[in-house]
């Protein structure tokens, strides 16, 4: 089972920029599809962007679509989260997610993944 440990969170003004990094150990990190999430207080878990298993390909919530972007180093077992453009909304704890047998139409389901970091807090001030 992989364990992961998030890093990168902090204090930023609207419209600035942040990154965000998720170190993996103890599984074929390849073999898994990774996703961002978050929770702002007082709302659900929101998956906001997948990176698929072996392939790399990318998803994005509508909420970070153009915005934000998810990438993966399988040599370096990690994912990260860079995050432009950042809104008050955005503002939440972020976590790394992983899962081998998700399928592809549960990817944005957070429920499907199984293995979670500690999360970050990310805060964006207007």
């Known amino acids: 089972q992989v364990q992961l440990v998030e890093s990168g969170g902090g204090s930023v003004q609207a419209g600035g920029s942040l990154r965000l990094s998720c170190s993996a150990s103890?599984?074929?990190?390849?073999?898994?599809?990774m996703a961002w999430f978050r929770q702002a207080t007082g709302k659900e878990r929101e998956v906001i962007a997948v990176?698929?298993?072996?392939?790399?390909?990318?998803y994005y919530a509508d909420s970070v679509k153009g915005r934000f972007t998810i990438s993966r180093d399988n040599a370096k077992n990690a994912i990260y989260l860079q995050m432009s453009s950042l809104k008050p909304e955005d503002t939440a704890v972020y976590y790394c997610?992983?899962?081998?047998?998700?399928?592809?139409?549960?990817?944005?389901?957070?429920?499907?993944?199984?293995?979670w970091g500690q999360g970050t807090q990310v805060t964006v001030s207007s």
């Open positions: 990176s698929w298993r072996n392939t790399g390909n990318s």
């Open positions: 103890g599984g074929n990190f390849r073999s898994y599809t």
């Open positions: 997610g992983a899962s081998r047998q998700i399928i592809l139409s549960s990817i944005f389901s957070s429920n499907a993944y199984s293995t």
